[in-house]
């Protein structure tokens, strides 16, 4: 793949390829953006490039570039989605393929649970979800506040998923009426709800928002329990299902029929 990389710089296919390289003093590998056919050798890949580069293609085709990027097969449904909500043009971007057998984290050495999934398919997928969903209410309640009670807002699940990709932020948006960005049970529990559903349809359950999360939200649970309800209720399609309208449909929206 680096030759092939090397090959489209010097055709000019692409100005830029993102991959990853090691870190400085440490096993980490961090993404890396290389510039030019010479500083190809810098990239590596081995069982800890586990950043998703898909999403630092926007900045970099916004910018005028043309762009290759390495991707494991989790990427890749990242890259489709922002293909599919128009954020990046599939010309714009040249995909090289690596063959994963899993991520580790760095600092223990361990697989990633999401990984685990990905190369074991007989693993119930919702087994997770399926153990929330066998709580009271209450219990979940209690469950999900203590979580993200947890939250400091640092928004690292918002930029690292390839589905949050919108311009501004509703939470950014000065002239919404949304709640703020206080540190509390009742804004924080808000936010993540929020989020959620606004990815409803489109998350590609690549796990990097858990992943992230500084203090340790399984925020993948919530994205899992949607996608259940969502394959149930509508099958597993092609479209996005909750941001999909029929100007037929005979729901004129306009009616409150019931709820809180």
Wanted: glycine share 8%; charged share 35%.
């Amino acid at each position: 793949m680096i030759l092939k990389a090397k090959e489209d710089f010097q055709n000019g296919k692409v100005q830029i390829v993102l991959g990853w390289k090691k870190e400085q003093d440490s096993i980490e590998s961090i993404p890396a953006f290389i510039e030019s056919a010479d500083e190809l050798e810098e990239l590596i890949f081995d069982e800890y490039c586990v950043n998703n580069l898909s999403k630092y293609l926007i900045d970099e085709i916004n910018g005028g570039k043309k762009a290759g990027v390495f991707l494991k097969k989790c990427d890749a449904l990242g890259l489709e989605q922002m293909i599919k909500d128009n954020r990046i043009l599939l010309e714009s971007v040249v995909p090289y393929e690596v063959e994963c057998l899993g991520m580790k984290d760095f600092k223990t050495g361990d697989i990633f649970k999401k990984c685990e999934k990905c190369l074991d398919k007989s693993q119930d997928r919702f087994e997770e979800v399926r153990d929330i969903e066998g709580m009271t209410h209450d219990e979940r309640y209690d469950y999900w506040m203590s979580e993200f009670s947890k939250c400091i807002r640092c928004n690292a699940c918002r930029n690292i998923c390839p589905a949050c990709s919108c311009e501004t932020c509703v939470f950014e948006k000065k002239d919404e009426d949304v709640l703020g960005k206080a540190n509390n049970e009742s804004e924080t529990g808000f936010y993540q709800i929020i989020r959620a559903y606004h990815v409803a349809g489109r998350c590609s359950d690549c796990g990097e928002c858990e992943r992230i999360c500084p203090v340790g939200i399984p925020l993948g649970k919530i994205n899992k329990k949607i996608i259940k309800d969502i394959e149930e209720l509508y099958g597993k399609g092609e479209e996005d299902t909750l941001s999909s309208f029929n100007l037929e449909d005979e729901d004129t929206f306009t009616e409150k029929r019931g709820g809180k």
